[in-house]
């Protein structure tokens, strides 16, 4: 296997790196299932790992190549993602400190939206083209080491989201009252907030 794919290996390291540290899905899968459960995030992550190994795969086969070509288009991605995540920490920093409701539960953040969240995220995009440039050889097995490379980021992405489920879940015997759970939700707002924004200011 790596006689024939070389750079299997350093993606593997990539992916882990890529998938681990601290983003606007890693902040909501946190939120998410500090306030609602560790299940309620599974289909966050689900969603988002799923939809952003789909994004490899895409460009893999060249779809994203027209992206790089019309930068009007990367930042039109780019603000309307932001706007919305934007509106999930206004939603998140607005939320009731008290127990959470049937209704409440229902308007949560679910395996489409995560996966939306990939779609619109210029940043997912770049992600994908940087993978199938550096990491897929060129020839007759470029397809297959796409679908290789687009398969293992899905199976390394999902144990590193997961991590921050337990992380969520696990903080919530801490968040037993009213005033530590209003504070946490409004860390988390402010957390999702500045990571939305760092990406248009940066």
Not at 64 to 70: F, H, I, K, Q, R
Not at 94 to 112: D, H, K, N, V, Y
């Given at each position: 296997m790596l006689s024939s794919f070389p750079t299997l290996l350093p993606f593997l390291l990539f992916a882990f790196v890529a998938a681990i540290t601290p983003g606007p899905t890693n902040i909501l899968v946190l939120s998410n299932s500090a306030r609602y459960g560790l299940l309620?995030?599974?289909?966050?992550?689900?969603?988002?790992?799923?939809s952003a190994a789909a994004l490899v795969l895409l460009v893999g086969?060249?779809?994203?190549?027209?992206?790089?070509?019309?930068p009007a288009a990367q930042a039109v991605m780019q603000w309307i993602g932001v706007a919305w995540l934007s509106y999930l920490a206004w939603q998140i920093f607005?939320?009731?400190?008290?127990?959470?409701?049937?209704?409440?539960?229902?308007?949560?953040?679910?395996?489409?939206?995560?996966?939306?969240?990939?779609?619109?995220?210029?940043?997912?995009?770049?992600?994908?083209?940087?993978?199938?440039s550096v990491f897929a050889a060129s020839g007759e097995h470029r397809l297959t080491q796409v679908m290789m490379l687009s398969l293992v980021f899905?199976?390394?992405?999902?144990?590193?989201?997961?991590?921050?489920?337990?992380?969520?879940?696990?903080?919530?015997?801490?968040?037993?009252?009213?005033?530590a759970m209003q504070r946490f939700n409004r860390c988390m707002a402010l957390l999702l907030l500045g990571s939305a924004w760092m990406s248009v200011l940066v």
């Open positions: 309620a995030a599974v289909p966050i992550i689900v969603g988002a790992c799923s086969t060249g779809a994203g190549s027209s992206l790089t070509a019309w607005r939320a009731p400190p008290t127990a959470i409701t049937a209704e409440q539960a229902q308007a949560r953040l679910g395996w489409l939206g995560a996966a939306s969240l990939q779609w619109i995220n210029p940043k997912t995009w770049m992600m994908a083209l940087a993978v199938v899905f199976l390394v992405s999902l144990p590193c989201m997961s991590v921050w489920a337990l992380l969520g879940a696990g903080s919530g015997r801490w968040l037993r009252s009213p005033r």
